[in-house]
Every structure is written in structure tokens, then in C-alpha cells.
């Protein structure tokens, strides 16, 4: 007897192929046929007719890291119909930690994910950190990058200066060792201190330990605004020079002097594609960013981490320096919200923008934005908009581009549902059909961007895809009804129109509720344990 009979949806099986309509038979957590079956008995049965049934949604660009231990039930992602998080982006994994690096500098470092102060930083090794994840029982399965931040914190420490060939190849132990744990690839975060500080050898020591593994290279590259051309060469080099699969996350063009980059930087991952690069982008569907407010900071400011840079904030002479630098800054302060402080602090900056601020306070914005991170000890974070719909749709259509939320698993009733995070944690794919599919893109092209294709670019060959064989992560949606209701200003809304959610086989989602099901996998690129702190 199967488990599941999906019957006479619309099938869009992720490959980009045309829609067809065919039953989907699920028995232990596999899809076992897709065909019409008009006599088969399952212990349920769907009469899912004029629906959509296609994959699970493979969200190629996460940063749930820590929001899934706090909120394992995953809630913002898997009512949008993800099933898989690819987490350690931007080159802020939590893990590695290994003997003698600073935990409480990394943690401050890797701020961006740190929603939940509760989280107690128990791992050691990347395995280890993988292990929490398994035990937390999850809604939705998961892969992880590891983060340069975290190799370059525990070898060079946050000192602005290039890494010595013996450091390089510590670095590069460790990301062997990471891989061996079950990491799906490499990522670095070029406007992250300490990784911001890494130099082009660097860069390619560590792209041929990737290369080596046949895993991916993921980039926030270096700028996203006036080089942001520049910034993605950089990663193209590198890409070219070690071989390694390369991926350019969010490719956006910052600020409104810079709207048309993004098609110019199209244009050279297309030359080095026809070059013979593995080269691939990923991106959202919104016109506004995330991040902590600290990235304003120029990367001087920001040596030695977060107390260094707090410290250098409260020298009037350190500040006159950093007016200076952001005299030229691509946006402009009524373009910068702030989106979250710590919980229980006033409110009264939430949902502002740096100009109303700075109005209220009768202060310039970038004093606005110090005097921000020294209130909240640092925690605070921003929303940045001043992007271009042109440039978001090019990026959309280019057929090496995959889509990621670049968002958080967050549970609005947890510790993790405070402030006014990006819509993109609730709305991502969800808004991607409602505004752009029947426009620049078909449904089979949509599908394929956030299922088949994006699970290909980080290893994973079993899911993305209905066919036998393939794991039963599917969801079922309204084309009609489908639409995100997350705003910038009310946020923590679920969509509409999502009817049915699977992971490996196991109902999580049922009429738009969560069945309370965890049935999610760490998806291990194999089982070898590192040769230390695993």
C-alpha cells in the first residue's frame, strides 16, 4: 500500500520540462511513481485537481543556522514550501570553533545569524555543530556551507593583514576537515570582518581545497554597489584559476547610481561561463536588503571585531573619519530602516528610517547609525532598499540564475519572531510566482529555479525533482491563490495559497497548517568524521 496518492494535479517535476497531469505515489519517503494510477489504494489520497504539484523548494541561500535551534518547527520557510535550507552563506557559518579560537569575538562576528542569545554555542568541530542540527529534529532538511569567517577567526584572528602561507594551509586543514564532516561547499562574505581581509592567494588556497572536493564556492563578493563589476571578476578569477564549481550570491546592484550593474555583471559570468566556469547566481525577489547596521563601517573601522570597532566609535576623531567614508555612501539615509534591536529593548527606532532619525535626533545619519551601535551593544540591524526592478528581473530570468531566500527559518510566537525581519523569510518563492510568473517567466522555468537547479549547484541529486526514486519533498499550491502577505512593515505573515507540504514523504504542512511533524535530515556530503574536533 503507498502512503500518499496525489491525484490528478498539475505535475511541474522541477527539470523545466512541460507541465503534465499524473498522479504522485508516495511509499517510505520516496516518490514511487508518477503516472495516473486510477485503482491504486494509499492509506491517504488527495483529490488535488486543478493544483500545482511540483518539488519541494531548495533554498539555496539561507541563513537559518541558528534560527532552526530555536525554532525547529521551521515555520516561515516550510509554510512558503521550503524543504531544504542550505545554511552557512555569506561566510558566516557558527562552526568551526576549534581549541583556542575566540568565541565570544566570532559569535559577535557572525551577528547577522545570532537572533537567540539562548543558543548555547555547545560544538566544536563542524561535524559536531551538524550533529546539534540532527538532534534538534527539524521540520525541513538541511545542508551547510562552511564559513570563511570562522577559519580565518581561529588562524589569523581579526587583524587586518594577509594570512602567511603557514596560515593559509591551516585554513585549508580545516576546510578539508569540514568537508569530511559533510560540508556542501565554501562560503566567504568579502564585507565580513575577518574575512573581508583575505587576500587573492588566499582566496584560490582555499578554491582548490573546494575544487579538490567537488563542492561549491558560494560569494558575497567584496562590493554590490560602485565595484560591484570588479567584485564579481574577483570571484570569477579565483573560480577560473582553481576550477572550483562558483556561485555569486544575491547579484544586485546597490544604489541608484549603480541600477544596470547587475545586467553589465551579467554579462561577465557570461564570458566565463563560455569560458568553461561552473559559475551560477543566486537572488531574491525584493528590491531592499538585510544586514547588521555595523556594515555601514568602513573595514578599518571594523579590525580587531565587534568591542575593537565599539571602542573606536566613541573617539571623536575615529568618527570624523568614518563621516568622511560614508560622505560617498550609494544610499541615502531615508533608503536605511532599522528592522531589529535586542528583544526587550524600546522600540522607538523600529520601522525608522536613518533620515527620520536623524531628523528626530537633530544628528547627521552616519552619527545616527554609531550612535545606534553603541546604544545596542552592536545589535541592531537595518534593511537597505535603492535597487533596481530591471535589474532584479534580468537577473530572474538568466538561465544560470537559481533562486534563495538569503532569509531566516523564524517562528513568530519564538524568540526568533521579534523586530520587523525582511518579508523574504516568509515570502520568498510564494512572491516569486504571484509577481513574475506569467510575465518574464513560465511556471516550468520558476519551478526549476527553486527546485532541480538549485539543489544541482550544491551537490544534492535526490531532491529537487518528482520521479521514482527521488525523495518525497513536494509541495502543492493554488497558482490562483498563491501570494505572499509579508510586508516591511508587517512581516510575520504567512502566504496564501500553499495546500500541502512534504518532507521525505511526511506530511509538515496541511491546508497552510503545521502538522507539528519533524521528519528533516542533515544532508551530509558523506559520513567520514574530520581527523579533529568532530
Known amino acids: 500500500m503507498l502512503d500518499l496518492l496525489l491525484h490528478g494535479g498539475r505535475v511541474v517535476d522541477g527539470t523545466g520540462g512541460p507541465q503534465r497531469l499524473a498522479d504522485v505515489a508516495v511509499r517510505a519517503g520516496r516518490i514511487v511513481a ?3 494510477l486510477p485503482d491504486v489504494v494509499a492509506r491517504r489520497t488527495l483529490d488535488v485537481t486543478g493544483l500545482v504539484v511540483c518539488p519541494g523548494f531548495v533554498d539555496v541561500h539561507s541563513h537559518s543556522d541558528l534560527t532552526l535551534l530555536s525554532g525547529p518547527a521551521a515555520h516561515s520557510k516550510v509554510r512558503q514550501g521550503v524543504t531544504t535550507e542550505v545554511v552557512g552563506n555569506c561566510g558566516l557559518s557558527p562552526a568551526p570553533l576549534p581549541h583556542g579560537v575566540d568565541r565570544a569575538q566570532v559569535r559577535a562576528a557572525v551577528g547577522h545569524l545570532d537572533l537567540d542569545p539562548d543558543v548555547l554555542w555547545s560544538w566544536s568541530g563542524f561535524g559536531a555543530f551538524l550533529d546539534t542540527l540532527q ?8 545542508a551547510s556551507l562552511v564559513g570563511h569567517l570562522p577559519l580565518r577567526a581561529a588562524v589569523v584572528g581579526f587583524a587586518d593583514r594577509p594570512a602567511s602561507p603557514s596560515e593559509i594551509d591551516r585554513m585549508c586543514a580545516l576546510l578539508a576537515d569540514a568537508f569530511a564532516a559533510g560540508a556542501v561547499g565554501l562560503s566567504t562574505g568579502m564585507v565580513y570582518a575577518p574575512a573581508r581581509y583575505a587576500d587573492e592567494a588566499e582566496l584560490v ?6 575544487a579538490a572536493h567537488d563542492a561549491v564556492f558560494a560569494w558575497h563578493v567584496r562590493d554590490y554597489a560602485d565595484d560591484l563589476l570588479d567584485s564579481v571578476a574577483q570571484a570569477l578569477r579565483v573560480g577560473e584559476q582553481a576550477g572550483c564549481r562558483t556561485q555569486i550570491s544575491h547579484l544586485v546592484a546597490v544604489g541608484r547610481r549603480n541600477w544596470g550593474g547587475a545586467v553589465r555583471a551579467l554579462d561577465l559570468v557570461d564570458a566565463a561561463h563560455a569560458r568553461g566556469v561552473d559559475v551560477g547566481v543566486d537572488v ?19 579590525e580587531g571585531g565587534a568591542a575593537a570597532m565599539l571602542s573606536r566609535l566613541r573617539d571623536e576623531n575615529c568618527r570624523a573619519r568614518i563621516r568622511a567614508d560614508l560622505a560617498g555612501y550609494p544610499l541615502g539615509w ?10 526587550g529593548a524600546p522600540d522607538d527606532v523600529l520601522g525608522r528610517s536613518l533620515a527620520q532619525l536623524a531628523a528626530q535626533r537633530q544628528r547627521p545619519g552616519a552619527d545616527v547609525a554609531m550612535d545606534l551601535l553603541l546604544e545596542y551593544d552592536n545589535d541592531v540591524s537595518m534593511v537597505a532598499f535603492g535597487r533596481s526592478d530591471e535589474d532584479l528581473r534580468a537577473v530572474l530570468r538568466h538561465p544560470l540564475t537559481v533562486v534563495g531566500s538569503d532569509g531566516y527559518a523564524l517562528d513568530p510566537g519564538g524568540p526568533t519572531g521579534v523586530g520587523l525581519p525582511h518579508p523574504r523569510s516568509y515570502g520568498t518563492y510564494p512572491r516569486l510566482f504571484a509577481d513574475h510568473v506569467g510575465g518574464h517567466l513560465d511556471l516550468t522555468e520558476a519551478v526549476a529555479k527553486c527546485t532541480q537547479r538549485a539543489a544541482q549547484r550544491v551537490g544534492i541529486d535526490d531532491r529537487g525533482v518528482i520521479a521514482p526514486g527521488a525523495v518525497a519533498d513536494l509541495v502543492v499550491f493554488d497558482a490562483e491563490a498563491l501570494r505572499d502577505r509579508a510586508t516591511f512593515r508587517d512581516p510575520q505573515q504567512y502566504p496564501d495559497g ?18 507539528g511533524a519533524r521528519p528533516g535530515t542533515v544532508l551530509r556530503r558523506c559520513l567520514t568524521r574530520p581527523s579533529e574536533d568532530g
Open 284 to 302: 531574491y525577489p525584493y528590491l531592499a536588503g538585510n544586514t547588521n547596521l555595523f556594515q555601514l563601517m568602513p573595514g578599518w573601522a571594523q
Open 205 to 210: 588556497a582555499l578554491a582548490r581545497v573546494v
Open 498 to 515: 500553499i495546500r500541502l507540504v512534504t518532507v521525505d514523504g511526511v506530511v509538515v504542512v496541511d491546508d497552510g497548517a503545521h502538522t
Open 135 to 142: 538532534d534538534a529534529r527539524l521540520s525541513v532538511n538541511v
Open 334 to 343: 531615508d533608503e536605511i530602516m532599522v528592522c531589529r534591536i535586542p528583544a
Open 34 to 36: 508518477v503516472q495516473p
